[in-house]
């Protein structure tokens, strides 16, 4: 079994070896133990349950929040020509109708779900017929409502255990407290489970804090001291373009990265800064989950994080590579101020909660007690201005929804067009001898897509059709429009919007079900997370690393000795120890040699007669520890 896994891991992912934590959760998991893995960013988490995944008979089913993470791993696994597939929202019924009879009898190796589908009848149904190797818990510590971002449908997790009690379940998590642990432990039921911790010491990463009232001019200065590759965190999306435009005219390439520009657009940025063509990305936090780019040498802040989990991960971007890399936090007393200020505003009241509600089911045109798990096009200033709602507020109050299991905002995500048959060949070929205007595009479809497009759904870019049939892009889409229209095919359009799904039937406003116990500790939590950030920017008793060790539990002695404060430390008490080195030196001389002019000794010891070497012998004199002849000779003083 062990040759088998290194072999995977060799033979699919092109790596040499384990890294040690990884090797003994991977053992654990293939042992059949209920798993937990506390994995700090950078720490290779996929791997923990891709290697077991591949290595067991079955589907491996990974439960995970981040929808464009799901993405990109199934976009990775199949480019490794592994069977996987994904379900969120956006996607038709008939789509994830499709999907999961795949993953019941089309040999697929991996199926990942975002964890409200879990309770979904669909879903729970083929979910029983699977043949599932393992449950994998991505995020874990959403399950928790003491995390930074809990989610309550994965309070449902252990509710799907019961289907196939003998599989076990692994959970990841890059940040969580010892009481978010233990709570993970609870809410999946883990039975004789273990536990593996991987250090929050980064010994590779300086941290320090900078505070200024131009941070603008500190983060240039910053910039051009320590040369590669660096990642500006700020907060709104605004002070992204206007500082890569400041950077650019300084001549430091450097692009604008956030969640309201085109997939297009960040796209194309992401690529030109992971290719070095772009130096700096100046981003809000939507940038950097699963970029794995090793060699980022600074990460810097201008805003302070919400919480240090938050800025634990961001400023952990940086220096995967082991080689020394530096996370800048530039702060003010405004800052201070301003976090605590917006921490109480993030959970509105109670009232306000139920009016955006209503709002939402207005703009959409709901009935009470419909479009349970129906998604749409979602234009949060369109709908703020429509009901003359403050787009901060709405968007804190969305969140709370969210939190509450009503609904879930995604935020901008590509979804290529994807086309699937819905009738067999020959049904097909009566519909071309039918539809002579639909001929060619079953035809060309055919022949760039090949048969899959009968099995499962099928990424097409309607561009490409169009060009190799030589008419236009709109007429194409048109053709597949019919096609969909006569009910042989089903044709999802390209969406680059951002998505608003009803998790749950719409209820009466009015009698919302809203957990008011939860959210006032929720509120509590978040007000205690910020004073722990401020905590951490204003502190300079610890160093910097041993503060986030603890934060999340972690008991240490040792320090950093890379950190501002490490470094002000040293060099505090840096005189000291040099004038003991001085002292030792003087008194030894003057032992072995007995009297000495201060040429002499400066010679002897190695040392220039500098001002500061000469008021030491001064004060060695004074103090009565040296003799000074009336030749001016020096001497150990004689204590008979």
Known sequence: MESNLLQILRQVFGLEDFRPVQKQVIDSVMEGKDTLALLPTGGGKSLCYQ???LAREGICLVISPLIALMKDQVDNLKAKGIKAAAIYSG????????TLDNCIYGDFKFLYVSPERLKQELFIERFRQMNINLIAVDEAHCISQWGYDFRPPYLEIAAIRVFHPKVNVIALTASATPQVCADIVEKLEMKSHREFYQSFSRRNLSYSVRLVENKLEKGIEILKRIPGTAIWYVRNRQGTHQIAKVLTQLGISAAAYHAGMSNADRADRQEAWKANQVRVIVSTNAFGMGIDKPDVR?????????NLENYYQEAGRAGRDG??????????????ELLSNRSALVYPAIDFLKRVYQCLANYFQLAVGSNMLSSFDFDLSDFCNTYELA????????????EEGFVEVNESF?????????????RLYEVQIAYAKLDPVIKMLLRTYGGNLFSEYIKIQESKLAKSLDMREADVVKLLQDLEKLEVMDYDQRKDKPQLTFLTPRYDAGKLPLNHQRIKARKELTLEKAKRMVDFAQQNRICRTQFI???FGEKTDNVCGICDICIEMKKNKAPESQEERMKAKVFETLAEFGELSERELFEKIKKPASAYHLK???QWVDQGQISRSSDDLLSLQSHE
């Open 298 to 306: 600074v990460v810097i802040h201008s805003d302070l994080p919400e």
């Open 323 to 336: 080689k020394k890399a530096f996370a800048v936090l530039l702060s003010n007393e405004q800052d201070f």
């Open 616 to 618: 030491l012998i001064r």
């Open 414 to 426: 590509f979804t290529p067009s994807r086309v699937h048959f819905r009738v067999d060949p020959s």
């Open 51 to 53: 290697v077991p995944g």
């Open 391 to 402: 787009v901060l507020d709405a968007f804190y109050a969305l969140k709370v929804l969210a």
């Open 549 to 551: 060790q603890e934060y």
């Open 91 to 98: 996607m038709s019924y008939r789509e994830i109708d499709t």
